[in-house]
Nanobody, 116 residues
Framework: VQLQASGGGLVQPGGSLRLSCAAS????????MAWYRQAPGKQRELVAT???????DYADSVRGRFTISRDNAKNAVNLQMDSLNPEDTAVYYC???????????WGQGTLVTVSS
C-alpha cells in the first residue's frame, strides 16, 4: 500500500491550499480515510476523517474551514483548506484504515507553511 500526499507549500494567512492523497494497493471507497497533522514540537493530531459510511468528522480547530472528500475515480482523498492561519502550519499526513481489518497505513507527509 502506498499513500502519496501532495499539494503542500507556503501560503499567506487567509489563503487556501488543496492537499491530495493518491492511494495504491488500497481502495479509498472501501476504507476509512483521514488527514492528520503534526506541528513542530507537538503530537500528531487528527484533522479530518471520512469513514467507510461516508460520515465525516473534523477537528474543532478546522471545522468550517477545511473540507475532506473522496475522489473514487482517482482513488484519492483530498483536503481543501481555506482561511489558513499560522497555527495550521504542520506536516500533513494521509491515513487509510482498510475496512473490517486492523490494517492502518500512512503516507509520507506534505509540509504546509502559513506565513506572511
Amino acid at each position: 500500500v502506498q499513500l502519496q500526499a501532495s499539494g503542500g507549500g507556503l501560503v499567506q494567512p487567509g489563503g487556501s491550499l488543496r492537499l491530495s492523497c493518491a492511494a495504491s494497493g488500497i481502495t479509498v471507497s472501501s476504507s476509512s480515510m483521514a488527514w492528520y497533522r503534526q506541528a513542530p514540537g507537538k503530537q500528531r493530531e487528527l484533522v479530518a476523517t471520512i469513514r467507510l459510511s461516508g460520515n465525516i468528522d473534523y477537528a474543532d480547530s478546522v471545522r468550517g474551514r477545511f473540507t475532506i472528500s473522496r475522489d473514487n475515480a482517482k482513488n484519492a482523498v483530498n483536503l481543501q483548506m481555506d482561511s489558513l492561519n499560522p497555527e495550521d502550519t504542520a506536516v500533513y499526513y494521509c491515513n487509510a484504515k482498510r475496512a473490517f481489518t486492523s490494517q492502518n497505513f500512512w503516507g509520507q507527509g506534505t509540509l504546509v507553511t502559513v506565513s506572511s
